[in-house]
């Protein structure tokens, strides 16, 4: 390691205690007025701005599946019934206190409706986005944290997450716990590297700090806790003393501490959040191969958009950044990714691709390594740049350049693909519709509709707008269940990824169906075979 870079990972004290910042923390110059912590909450707060901005421009409606369960889990919590389905099996999502209880606190305010459902998953993506910001600004400066957090917002990762649309993945808009989770984590190493210049008190209450998020992390995203073996190499690395590993330590033990009990007095078991979430795993639906599960984080960055190549370059940056300068921000970045994707990778088959615990090829289980690689990426260039010989401005004045052509390029590209995605409109106006329609008191669906369609026969606040029935069936069977034809069905042509139902069964006046009601967008429809209705 040169001593340029020993000084900069490293910077010298000032008597409060306070280590002077280096070149990567300088602010622009409208914000040097303000101080560092006033400039850092102001960021912060723009940041979650756009990021509930950008939820309120998707608007996703409350999806089914695994957000559903954690809805249900938290509308019923303390007293969740374990003798009825989803219940019973006590499935992994339900375990994940860190999103449940909030979860629980937004509805006692806001009701059990779709307001409640908007302001949890607006927590969560705010939490994500902030805490890229955070992560980014504490190791290479403001103008990169701001950069990153809003190359994440817009992009396609983010925005195309409606399955009656064009799915990608679930992520901004959606009740799940990859965003909160990688979000809480990645303000935990936000607090560490800020930490590393700091000493005395200021130094203790920021590990503290760091070591609340990182376990709260564990609370929303169980295979997190893979990113916290390291944790005593990123010390190393930051130059915080051994000693100080007690420090981050105590919270996190803390907070398992209360895990355990929370899960003996709900489910009557201490470790029945583990005991679910290692059970997640078992046969895969297509067969995998060792080589394929090798494969599964650059496989994930391209198979689900082609603009996930720009991760896959943040990765390549930031290792040729740390081979050149030894810089050890970018050390700490590598160690960061490596810690998840190495335990993920060997889950998803590689080990045993008869039995796969983790599913490595999906999108999201690698949201908590995003912020570090454009972190890293940004960091690398930032370094490598200032190894250019004093002579070669015109080389930095033609990579700006070019960084600013891109920049403009990537915002256009991603924005456009916004557009083209129902928001939840075909639900809101079939809530207005069924307020109507007190002559229909059974509706059928699949059960992926059924489930999104419970918020929408109450108001935004949970009123009740209709008292009919939902009776559901499993989308994978081979024929309509006998009921469905005596009562109005619910119908929508699946989009993205997701199946059609009854193997791709399509209700219409040649088949005896008579259409009731159409979304305007064409989105969602109600069939009817009995004849009862008109």
Do not use: K
């Amino acid at each position: 390691m040169t001593e340029t870079t020993m000084r900069e990972t490293a910077a010298p004290t000032s008597a409060s205690g306070r280590r002077s910042r280096g070149w990567w923390s300088r602010p622009p110059a409208r914000l040097s007025r303000l101080s560092s912590r006033r400039r850092a909450v102001l960021l912060a707060a723009f940041v979650a701005a756009c990021a509930v901005l950008a939820q309120w421009v998707l608007m996703v409606p409350p999806l089914y599946f695994d957000p559903y369960y954690v809805w249900e889990a938290a509308r019923h919590w303390p007293d969740i019934p374990l003798d009825e389905w989803p219940f019973n099996e006590v499935p992994h999502q339900v375990t994940r206190i860190g999103l449940v209880l909030p979860a629980r606190l937004v509805m006692e305010v806001l009701g059990q409706g779709q307001a409640a459902y908007f302001v949890i998953s607006a927590a969560g993506g705010c939490l994500f986005f902030v805490g890229c910001y955070l992560v980014v600004r504490s190791l290479f400066g403001d103008v990169a944290g701001v950069a990153a957090a809003l190359l994440m917002i817009v992009h396609p990762f983010f925005t195309i997450t409606n399955p009656f649309g064009h799915e990608i993945t679930w992520s901004t808009g959606v009740m799940l716990p990859d965003m909160p989770g990688a979000g809480l984590f990645a303000i935990g190493m936000a607090a560490l590297v800020t930490a590393s210049r700091r000493t005395g008190r200021a130094q203790t209450r920021l590990l503290l700090a760091a070591g609340f998020f990182l376990g709260s992390s564990y609370l929303v995203r169980e295979f997190l806790a893979f990113l916290f073996l390291p944790i005593p190499l990123y010390l190393w690395l930051l130059r915080i003393p051994w000693r100080r590993n007690v420090v981050v330590g105590a919270p996190m033990a803390a907070i398992l501490a209360f895990n355990l009990v929370h899960n003996a007095l709900v489910w009557g078991n201490p470790m029945a959040g583990l005991r679910s979430a290692a059970g997640h795993g078992g046969r895969p639906n297509e067969p995998v191969t060792r080589s394929w599960a090798a494969g599964s984080f650059p496989r994930a960055m391209d198979d689900w958009h082609w603009l996930g190549v720009i991760f896959l370059v943040a990765l390549g940056l930031t290792v040729v950044g740390w081979a050149v300068t030894r810089d050890r921000r970018l050390a700490l970045v590598l160690v960061w990714f490596l810690a998840l994707c190495v335990p993920i990778t060997l889950l998803s088959g590689v080990i045993d691709p008869h039995d796969i615990s983790l599913r490595g090829w999906l999108l999201r289980y690698w949201f908590s390594v995003l912020p570090a690689l454009l972190a890293g990426g940004f960091g690398a260039l930032v370094l490598l740049a200032r190894r250019l010989p004093a002579g070669a401005a015109r080389f930095r004045v033609a990579g700006g350049v070019a960084a600013a052509v891109l920049a403009a390029a990537y915002m256009v590209t991603a924005v456009r693909a916004v557009p083209d995605l129902p928001r939840d409109r075909a639900w809101n106006e079939l809530r207005v519709w069924l307020g109507d329609r007190d002559d229909i008191q059974v509706i059928w669906a699949d059960r992926r509709l059924a489930q999104t369609m419970t918020f929408y026969t109450r108001s935004m606040w949970g009123d009740v707008r209709w008292h009919g029935q939902i009776r559901d069936f499993e989308h994978v069977v081979p024929a309509l269940p006998e009921g469905a034809y005596q009562a109005p069905m619910l119908y929508t042509r699946w989009r993205g990824m997701e199946s059609q139902i009854a193997a791709g069964y399509r209700p219409g006046p040649q088949n005896g169906w008579r259409l009731l009601w159409r979304s305007s967008d064409g989105v969602l429809e109600i069939w009817d075979h009995s004849g009862r209705h008109g």
